[in-house]
């Protein structure tokens, strides 16, 4: 017996990553402001960065608190190697720099790879903090070699143009890191289809069947960890291509590879997409959201641990439970429910974040004086009734919002139970 | 001769707690042998002790001729021995499909290779197809692990289990937590797959011992106490005082 | 000599410190096997929480409250949180805590700012204990010492003594069985991990006010107390001892040294002559080397014996 054709598969694979270079091509286009272009050549590099630490984290299993060593070594070779091209006037072209950050993440991976994983599970993750923390303080002791607090600059339009383009302006460096972004973002999703790549999920599921079926389990992770570390030091270079400067604090924290788990989490861990998604966020909050208000990252904190207790799979699973409901036609009766908890949950938040700004805006702002404007509206901190107000804006929404949530809670899983009925009845007819 | 299988005077001690205390066997390729012994009495931990996945404390296990205690799971199983699990023990986000075919990768040569797709390697997925038939499990290719009932799970543990192509086979008890249905339609299952391999199992049902066992081994208190055709084991004295010997032991015999 | 006794006693006291928060994590992740990557929050929370209730009562109250407080607060944080993806696995667990780090950071900051906070040592531990040739041995250094060490004695003494001692024992290797005789071991998880906190806030109210009070303090000793974990060996209390003492010493001792690399190789009779890099490599003093100490030891450690010093589980 066959299994089921599927002749739409090629056309939609296709279609999906057709879509996606359109997309990577014409975005520019559309949002052509400075800040959007930087936004979008930010997101780019982000997506390789993501993807390869989800190759990591959700494909092999390896939760690591240490992504940045490779990124950042990515764009110190970077850095580094443009020097050496411009000072000693080599002709090798900006484009291959990325590919020098990605074979120097590699080589580094050898070892500490070698060294990471040897254990599994939650002693990794402690290892990988400890070999993050090694190299920022090493990084940090030769200040000669890695640049000390003022960073190596560089300049990105250094030696001759290429076919007439200097990478000077930014739309330049926009293509450079898109076309990057499209083919690690394709070789990346290959490997999922490799034995090795299989193999890695395997090891994921039970490394100690794995062993069981004639593979050493600590080489597939340690294979898998270099390749990853590939991809992460092409995405650490386009960065220092994209921002001109390379600073060791910064680059090789624990605080950037926080950044890293934390966003490729909330963007999903389990779709392959799911860290594009996660990628897109992270720029969005820390450019945007971190004009919006100062509480920005207390706000990242609480969506991330909301997320890891109530959705794990991150936004991608949301998506996707979503698309199987639609799939099985049952989206349409949750749609008023989605508006309730939209609505609810917008005054529960509204008097929320008023209190976090008044609170914030006494903390930081004191001197302005004790008017901070919330959206639009000046709440004077020093009265109560801006307090008092908050708080019963805050409660009644969490109240209200707790209602909706029950009869939505209930309405899905009706619509689950509907949904497994009919699969079960469609099996049995096979 | 080369056994298949050989224990020499094997030991294991768990702090000071003997729980293999000199088991000595030797199975022959191609044979069929149940291993049966109260609980407790250590049969998985002999299984462990073969398939590597504990040290022993002194003694030899050998492998068709060659020594493998010692050694580790992965390198014993490029050897030409697999098991399965008491406890399902396959991938379970994994569809049936490519849980077969992550069995059959590595004995075809496939290693750690990343250059190369899945979807590319004729021989891997023509061995899961045929494997997927041979377990009954074709209706499920693409089925996630962790969705089948369990008695498909334990039909996909053996598949995993035979898709390298091993001579010799430790399976632990496959039948644990069947119906008695199931448990006949499994026998039938376990005898074709491991047609011409050297086969051991540890079992509790005494229909599925003397049905498909060519010879039975007996493990009390971390000793083989006999090995021998089922019917002499049967009429072994101190086999009688140990293990069989009882009216519901005689009454599951008749079953299957 | 006088050098090598008073940072011998400094080093102790450190690694009793360490001792103290690795102590508390190895608990938690011997008996739920969580690894609370909170676990330095709530040292800090200690810390501040002393500094705000010493600022009211004074702070011998403090000594006691501000545990209990920390301990209850990750009780809480135990059964609305943690429980709810214990049965996600021992990643989300790690995740969840994670988040909680974030989350306690910025509360700090919030609340207290982002400044060095003015928590003071009370009266009766300010000046030297004693003095050993001329050098001081502070009096609250001595006390951090003394409070490790009975908190030491009274978990060991809880443990092996104590009713609920037994209770957690089981419960650490057989969960479903202390539940089937009749025990809540939901409850005890919570006592654990709230026991956990606590003994991390306590370090954090004698530490906080004999170094310095602020938000960098949690991730300025949290992957070092990970380091001691692992080089001890995982879910092993006596090797979390050895390891913190270990590495408390000889950090200690390498901060004090003064001393190039190169001049300590040409002690040892090797002349060095280099360029470059490794030129620069040579010229760090010993004491700059300092802050990589412990993570070179866990690297070492993993590459010649993965279970730890004295690990016995293998994860």
């Known amino acids: 017996m066959n299994a089921v054709a599927k002749p739409s598969m090629p056309t939609a694979r296709l279609v999906t990553w057709g879509g996606f270079a359109a997309l990577l091509v014409v975005a520019p286009l559309l949002l052509s402001s400075s800040l959007a272009l930087n936004i979008l050549s930010q997101i780019g590099y982000l997506i390789i960065i993501c993807l390869s630490y989800n190759m990591k984290l959700g494909q092999g299993g390896m939760l690591s608190f240490g992504h940045a060593v490779y990124t950042g070594l990515g764009s110190f070779a970077a850095v ?99 076309v990057y972004c499209f083919v690690c973002t394709a070789l990346m999703f290959a490997f999922t289809g490799t034995p090795l790549g299989r193999m890695l999920n395997a090891v ?36 220092a291509i994209n921002f001109e400067i390379f600073n060791a604090a910064d680059a090789l924290s624990g605080l950037k590879s926080g950044a890293y788990l934390l966003f490729t989490f909330l963007g999903g861990v389990t779709f392959f997409f799911g860290p594009i998604i996660g990628a897109i966020l992270m720029v969005l909050a820390s450019v945007l959201l971190s004009e919006l208000t100062s ?128 699969i079960q009845a469609r099996g049995a007819l096979q | ?71 580790k799971p992965y390198e014993i199983n490029r050897l030409g021995l697999a098991r399965s699990f008491q406890i399902t023990n396959v991938f379970p986000k994994l569809s049936v499909f490519e849980n077969l075919r992550c069995g059959a990768l590595w004995s075809l040569g496939h290693r750690y290779t990343f250059l190369r797709f899945l979807s590319s390697l004729t021989d891997a997925n023509e061995r899961a197809e045929t494997l997927l038939r041979q377990v009954g499990l074709a209706g499920k290719r693409d089925v996630l692990a962790i969705n089948l009932t369990y008695a498909e799970q334990r039909a996909l543990e053996i598949g995993v289990t035979i898709a390298g192509g091993a001579s010799v086979i430790l399976l632990d008890e496959p039948t644990a937590g069947m119906s008695t249905t199931e448990t006949t339609h499994f026998i039938n299952l376990i005898r074709e797959v491991t047609e011409g391999k050297t086969l051991l199992t540890v079992e509790h049902d005494m229909g599925v011992v003397f049905g498909l066992a060519d010879k039975i081994a007996v493990v009390v208190y971390g000793e083989v106490i006999a090995f021998d055709t089922p019917e002499r084991v049967r009429a072994d004295a101190r086999v009688q005082e140990a293990y069989l010997g009882s009216p519901v032991a005689d009454a599951q015999g ?3 | 000599m006088e050098f090598f006794t008073i940072s011998l006693l400094n080093g102790l006291s450190y690694g009793l410190l360490l001792f103290m928060l690795s102590s508390g994590l190895t608990l938690i992740f011997s008996m739920m096997g ?54 996600f696995g021992h990643v989300p667990e790690l995740l969840v805590t994670f988040g909680l780090s974030y989350l306690v950071l910025e ?90 906190a606590a003994l991390a806030g306590l370090a954090g109210v004698v530490a906080g006010n004999t170094y ?42 390498a901060v004090a040294i003064d001393r190039s690399l190169g001049d300590l190789l040409a002690g040892m009779g090797m002349q060095v002559t280099a360029s470059g890099g490794l030129e620069q490599v040579l010229r760090l003093t010993v004491a700059q080397v300092a802050p990589i100490l412990p993570y070179l030891f866990m690297v070492l450690i993993l590459i010649f014996r993965p279970k730890g010093l004295l690990g016995t589980r293998e994860t």
């Open chain 3, 212 to 253: 310095v009070t602020e938000p960098a303090m949690a991730y300025a000793v949290g992957p070092i107390i990970f380091v001691v974990v692992v080089v001890g060996g995982m879910g092993s209390l006596a090797g979390a001892f050895l390891a913190s003492l270990l590495i408390g010493v000889i950090q200690t001792f």
């Open chain 2, 1 to 71: 001769m080369t056994y298949a299988i050989e224990l020499k005077d094997l030991r294991k001690s768990f702090g000071k707690t003997e729980i293999i205390r000199g088991a000595n066997l030797a199975v022959q390729p191609g044979e069929r042998v149940a291993v049966i012994g109260p609980n407790g009495a250590g049969k998985s931990t002999l299984f462990n002790l073969i398939s590597g996945r504990l040290t022993p404390t002194s003694g030899e296990v050998w492998l068709n001729g060659q020594r493998i205690d010692g050694k």
């Open chain 1, 204 to 239: 994921r599921d039970n490394p100690e069947r794995v062993a069981f079926i004639g593979f050493n389990t600590q080489l597939v992770r340690w294979y898998s960890f270099i390749i990853s570390g590939f991809f992460a030091g092409i995405g650490g270079a386009l960065a």
């Open chain 3, 107 to 196: 509360v700090v900051q919030l609340i207290w700012g982002r400044a060095v906070v003015p928590y003071g040592l009370p009266e009766q531990l300010q000046g030297p204990l004693f003095s050993i040739y001329g050098t001081q041995f502070p009096k609250s250094r001595a006390f951090i010492m003394l409070v490790a060490v009975l908190m030491l004695l009274s978990i060991w003494l809880v443990l092996t003594r104590t009713r609920i001692g037994y209770i957690i024992q089981a419960a650490l290797t057989h969960p479903d069985t202390v539940e089937a005789l009749g025990h809540n071991v939901p409850r005890v998880f919570m006592l654990v991990f709230g026991g956990g």
């Open chain 3, 34 to 87: 969580v690894l609370n990557f909170a676990h330095a929050s709530f040292y800090m929370l200690g810390a501040y929480l002393a500094y705000l209730i010493s600022g009211v009562v004074g702070y011998w109250p403090a000594l006691i409250v501000a545990p209990i407080a920390v301990g209850l607060l990750g009780a809480l944080f135990e059964q609305v949180c943690l429980r709810r993806v214990h049965k």
């Open chain 2, 254 to 256: 008749g079953m299957h």
């Open chain 1, 295 to 422: 509480a920005w990252l207390l706000y990242l904190g609480f969506v991330f641990l909301i997320m890891v207790m109530y959705a794990p799979g991150g936004v991608a699973s949301l998506i996707m439970v979503n698309v199987r409901m639609a799939h099985f036609g049952k989206l349409r009766r949750l749609w008023g429910l989605y508006g309730g908890l939209l609505v609810t949950g917008v005054v529960m938040m509204l008097g929320v974040a008023a209190l976090i700004e008044m609170i914030y805006h006494r903390q930081l702002n004191a001197g302005a004086g004790p008017v901070v404007q919330y959206l639009g509206v000046p709440l004077d901190t020093g009265a109560v009734t801006p307090w008092l107000g908050a708080a019963a804006l805050a409660v009644v929404g969490w109240a209200l919002m707790e209602g909706v949530r029950r009869r939505f809670a209930r309405a899905w899983s009706t619509a689950q139970e509907e949904i497994e009925s009919e």
């Open chain 1, 80 to 178: 580094i190697a443009i020097n050496y091209f411009s000072n000693h006037n080599i002709g090798l072209p900006l484009v291959v720099v990325p590919l020098v950050g990605g074979l120097v993440g590699a080589l580094v991976a050898v070892p500490l790879g070698y060294v990471s994983t040897k254990k599994a599970g939650t002693t990794f993750a402690m290892i990988s903090l400890g070999i993050g923390e090694l190299v920022v303080a090493i990084a940090m002791m030769l200040p000669d070699v890695f640049g000390g607090d003022g960073g190596i600059s560089i300049n990105r339009t250094y030696g001759q143009p290429l076919l007439g383009v200097t990478f000077g302006p930014q739309i330049q460096v926009y293509y450079l890191i898109a």
